[in-house]
């Protein structure tokens, strides 16, 4: 009867954890798609700066319950059972909760993967925003003379040749 009631209580906790980081991830999703709003309406550097500091806030969060959960896991079974997911330890858990673990635990891949698509969406609409700015600058510095800029770490580096802007 221990060992069931045992495996209940972790079951109940691991479900709960679960319930929890879920709902971390739907704000993570959300933030994702305000980002994804902010990129394509892109007036101004400072939402999208807000919604980073957002993002990395609730990412640690996530992190953290991550943290909860894997320790939670691991203090009933060893760490190569739990390594690639919880889908691997849900049948050795209470057979009453096994359905609500597994329909929580594909709620929560479906977030992450969704989340997944669309951070990367977002990342490839940044880098076309940071490219088409740094080929401006290029463009400029090049009309103005100007033989070399200076990267993030303070080195020189030359001016980007190409198309001048006009001939004369």
């Not at 980002?35 to 309406?41: D, I, R, Y």
């Amino acid at each position: 009867m221990t060992v069931h009631n045992n495996s209940s209580t972790l079951s109940r906790q691991i479900l709960e954890q679960l319930v929890l980081e879920t709902e971390i991830a739907k704000q993570f999703l959300q933030v994702l798609n305000d980002e994804c709003a902010a990129l394509m309406a892109f007036s101004s550097p400072e939402p999208l700066r807000e919604l980073a500091q957002k993002k990395w806030q609730i990412g640690q969060q996530l992190e953290a319950s991550y943290k909860v959960r894997m320790q939670l896991v691991q203090s009933r079974f060893p760490v190569s059972d739990t390594q690639n997911s919880l889908s691997a330890v849900i049948d050795k858990l209470d057979p009453q909760q096994q359905g609500d673990l597994a329909k929580q635990w594909n709620n929560y891949n479906e977030l992450v993967s969704q989340a997944k698509s669309l951070n990367e969406s977002n990342a490839i609409m940044i880098h076309s925003y940071l490219k088409y700015n740094q080929d401006a600058l290029d463009s400029l510095n090049r009309a103005a003379g100007v033989q070399h800029t200076y990267d993030d770490k303070g080195m020189r580096k030359p001016v980007s040749t190409g198309k001048p802007l006009a001939s004369a």
